[in-house]
């Protein structure tokens, strides 16, 4: 059986999300020229709120490694299985970074790694339940992650190199989820870069004809995106699928092997029998 080295899709984080001190409010003063002003306290549902945050503790990666298993109890060939397994820890950490905030762009790259994984999967129902059951154990919604993944494709159909990093002169609702990843990036609200989003990028593109260098680099430069960092993640991304290639062939190999010696089994089987038969009929003739 075909075996696949471990895949590394996510830089290196903390397992668990970092925490803040709690937050102790207490009413100050301060005196200035003779004037006290006092610190006015927070209201009782912030200081709730904020106390709630500080004390939030995410989920082990043991803990959604269950959930996956509890919503999926069939067992998954290894060949296909290893990497599941390799990819949830290591969406598990990126998914209770602090920082995270959940984004059409990696979604769409999530579902392309995954379709390149799962292709050929003796059982496509099983295979969108291996998806679903996969996205639930991270506490998220797999149909949102199919959803937004099916517009950004049909968007992306439609564009050409030069519009497709226009989007910020336009209006549309992808155009608009792009715009509010930039701005997440540029600091006005959590983003967590990761290289799905980088290898959503390059799909992107790659169903927008846009082929040429310039248009990842312009596409980049659009969403304020570190273009090193999505270069160094799609040729990560293009060696594993050419590891992949190699490991289903070895896979598709030992599997016609296997069905073949089982037809000369059967063959051999039904010969004999055959044979005895007609010893049989022979004898019976005979007397």
Avoid at 18 to 41: D, K
Avoid at 102 to 115: C, I, K, P, Q, R
Avoid at 258 to 276: C, D, F, M, P
Wanted: charged share 30%; hydrophobic share 40%; with cysteine.
């Amino acid at each position: 059986m075909a075996s696949i080295p471990s895949v590394s899709f996510a830089s290196p984080c903390r397992q668990a999300a970092e925490r803040r001190p709690t937050l102790a409010v207490a009413e100050a003063s301060f005196a200035l020229g003779g004037f006290r002003a006092g610190v006015p306290r927070l209201s009782s549902r912030m200081v709730v709120r904020c106390v709630a945050a500080a004390s939030y503790v995410p989920p082990t990666v043991s803990e959604t490694k269950f959930n996956f298993l509890k919503s999926y109890k069939r067992p998954i060939p290894s060949i296909y299985n290893t990497v599941l397994q390799e990819l949830l820890v290591q969406q598990h950490l990126m998914r209770y970074k602090r920082t995270y905030q959940y984004d059409a762009v990696s979604a769409l790259g999530f579902v392309t790694v995954y379709e390149q994984l799962m292709e050929g999967y003796p059982d496509s129902e099983d295979r969108d339940a291996i998806f679903n059951a996969y996205i639930q154990a991270l506490k998220e919604d797999p149909d949102q992650y199919r959803s937004d993944a099916r517009k950004l494709e049909e968007w992306a159909r439609a564009q050409t190199a030069a519009s497709l990093v226009e989007f910020s002169s336009r209006e549309g609702e992808i155009e608009g989820t792009l715009k509010d990843i930039s701005e997440r990036v540029e600091g006005k609200g959590n983003f967590s870069y990761s290289r799905f989003f980088a290898i959503g990028l390059f799909r992107l593109l790659e169903l927008a004809n846009a082929t040429e260098p310039a248009a990842l680099e312009k596409l980049c430069a659009a969403l304020k995106i570190n273009k090193r960092s999505v270069d160094r993640d799609l040729d990560v991304y293009r060696n594993i699928l050419s590891k992949l290639v190699q490991a289903k062939e070895l896979l598709k190999e030992y599997v016609d092997r296997e069905k073949k010696k089982r037809e000369e089994k059967v063959e051999s089987q039904n010969a004999n029998e055959t044979v005895t038969k007609c010893t049989g009929d022979f004898h019976f003739v005979s007397h």
